[in-house]
C-alpha cells in the first residue's frame, strides 16, 4: 500500500483491529471462485447518458427536499474531519460549503448534480475499461434489459431455464 492512498491504508487498519489479522492474510487465501470462467456472463448496464443525468439532477433536488442542506449543516456543527467518507459523500463538499455560508445554495447544488454526474461518467468510462466484451444493455426499463439478456442467453445456447412471465 502507498502512504498516500489514506482510503486503502483505513481499510486496512479497520480489517486488523476487527480481526487482529493484517488484511493481506485474507487476500493471500482467497476461495476458489463459485463460478468458473465459462459459467457465467456479465452485463453492463449503460443507459443513455442524458437520461441518466436527468435522474441524477431530479434524485439531487428530491434529496434538497428531503432535508439534505439541513443535514448538511448539522454534519457541519460536529466539526467532522472532512476526509471522512460522510463528509466526501456525492455533493457533500457544496453542501459543507453552503452550510458554511461561503457560497449560495443554487451553486451548492448545481455544483453537486455537477460532481455527481461527472462521477457517473468516470463509472462508464471504468466499465468500458474492465469488461470491454461484456455485452452493453443501454435501456433504463427493467423489461427491457430482461428481454435482452433473456435473447443473449438463448444466442449463446445457454442453459437457463427460468419462466419470467
Avoid at 482510503?7 to 493481506?24: F, H
Avoid at 457465467?40 to 441518466?52: E, H, N, Y
Avoid at 431530479?58 to 460536529?78: D, P, S, V, Y
Amino acid at each position: 500500500l502507498g502512504t498516500g492512498d489514506r482510503q486503502r491504508l483505513a481499510r486496512a487498519y479497520e480489517v486488523y483491529l476487527a480481526t487482529g489479522k493484517p488484511i493481506t492474510d485474507f487476500q493471500k487465501n482467497r476461495q476458489p471462485p463459485v463460478l468458473k470462467d465459462g459459467e457465467w456472463i456479465g452485463f453492463a448496464l449503460t443507459p443513455p447518458r442524458a437520461k441518466l443525468y436527468q435522474k441524477i439532477d431530479r434524485r439531487f433536488e428530491g434529496m434538497l427536499m428531503q432535508g439534505a442542506m439541513e443535514e448538511a449543516r448539522q454534519l457541519i456543527k460536529r466539526d467532522l474531519d472532512p476526509e471522512l467518507p460522510a463528509m466526501k459523500a456525492h455533493g457533500m463538499p457544496w453542501l459543507a460549503a453552503f452550510a458554511r455560508g461561503e457560497i449560495t445554495a443554487e451553486f451548492a447544488a448545481e455544483n453537486a448534480k455537477r460532481d455527481t454526474r461527472r462521477y457517473a461518467k468516470r463509472q462508464f468510462t471504468w466499465i468500458g475499461r474492465q469488461f470491454p466484451f461484456w455485452p452493453r444493455i443501454p435501456s433504463p426499463e427493467p423489461e427491457d434489459r430482461l428481454r435482452v439478456i433473456l435473447a443473449l442467453y438463448r444466442e449463446i445456447d445457454s442453459p437457463v431455464e427460468a419462466d419470467y412471465s
